[in-house]
């Protein structure tokens, strides 16, 4: 794999596990899907149409590859408006094939984790986000170094199995 391809490269060229560990509370808070659904604008379930897009599709696509894809998202509680939000559109990515998991912040005590969010391709490629104060991404970087992955495979590993299950997670 070539260092400087986007995530959805990525995730077309992974062959075993896509891991994502998301550790913030708001993410571009300026995206017109938060905005609307501040308005009260909900997504039918039942209405594949108007939720389906591109990145599911390639969730779809690496699943049926045999890639294992786990999203952790660690969260405050009372969660944040934007974590609610979150949470609200999840399921289609549930329904792509994406395995998710939340697990409240105060039970990420005592784990060693990353000061930055990050996508782990085949446990050999960090992809490495970076965020400003209000959650606009302001850059990525990727890393090999076996140091590194093992660090950050270590930490999704060790938040996966204190975190709750998409189905069975209530925002607080």
Request: hydrophobic content about 40%.
């Amino acid at each position: 794999m070539a260092v400087g391809q986007t995530l959805e490269q990525w995730l077309r060229v992974c062959t075993y596990s896509a891991l994502h560990l998301e550790m913030r509370d708001g993410y571009m808070l300026d995206d017109p899907d938060y905005h609307a659904w501040q308005a009260g604008h909900r997504i039918d379930p039942d209405d594949r149409t108007s939720w389906w897009r591109p990145w599911l599709q390639n969730v779809v696509d690496a699943t049926a590859r045999g890639v294992e894809m786990r999203r952790a998202r660690i969260v405050s509680e009372p969660v944040s408006q934007y974590i609610r939000y979150e949470y609200d559109v999840t399921f289609p990515n549930v329904r792509a094939g994406e395995q998710v998991r939340w697990l409240p912040r105060r039970n990420a005590t005592g784990l060693a984790l990353p000061g930055n969010d990050f996508w782990l391709f085949d446990e050999e490629t960090l992809l490495v986000s970076y965020f400003s104060g209000d959650g606009d991404k302001v850059g990525a970087e990727t890393f090999t170094d076996p140091d590194l992955v093992k660090f950050c495979v270590t930490a999704f590993e060790a938040v996966w199995e204190r975190a709750i299950p998409h189905g069975d997670y209530r925002p607080a």
